[in-house]
């Protein structure tokens, strides 16, 4: 498993049945499996060649039943309860599978990118945010930087300030988002450079404005 496979999985508590959508290789259901924290597992993919990877990972528990193999588009065709893992792919993606269908009664999202709309769409449809922060993976010298969601389809929250939208409310604060807000910043600042047209200046000059603003109020 992968750094940001196992920093992932530790966001995934105890289960009645857990749902994998977009399990690809599987890993994260064979770890709930295998330290037996669900009594049911659905994986889903609508991928055939990427369900079946994750099929002949857990082959033992298809098998007997406890895992169930799905390849459907999003949640069209998983079961509405259960604790719903949606990771790795873009926060548009994660938002068109929403929309599309329902939002689970629990989950954990990890989206690629995008994440401020995922959690403006969160919000939005009443979901409470128990947590909403990022952890990293070092991968070949490379620090690299992941957000990660988990709540529940209600309950709702105190609303966010436009900083928490941006980075996540668990986030601010945190050293890891100040590397994160010190590398943008940088390439931003290289951006200038790069003989942009006149909209796409002041672009660049809002979003690092808007940075330091977050670092200032947090790490001052
Ligand atoms: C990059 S992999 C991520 C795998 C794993 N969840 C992880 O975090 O490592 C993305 C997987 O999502 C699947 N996928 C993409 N869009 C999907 C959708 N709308 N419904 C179900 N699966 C989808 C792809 O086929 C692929 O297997």
Redesign the pocket.
Known sequence: MTE??KK?CAFLDECDAFI??????G??TQYMLENGLCRHAVI????PQ?LSKAQRLLGAYVNSGVCTAVC???LEKVPRDGLT?????GGE?II??LSSAYIPQSFVF?P?KNAPALRAFLLDNGCRLEYDGLFTETRGGTVKYYFVIKGTRRGGGAPYSPAQLAWGRHSLGTPELKNLLEYELEKLESYKNNGLSATSLGGVEERIKDIKGVLADEYN
């Open positions: 940001r496979l992932l994998d959508v977009g399990c690809d290789h890993y994260c889903a993919d609508v991928s990427s459907c588009d999003g893992l949606i990771a790795g792919m993606e068109r599978i990890q690629m």
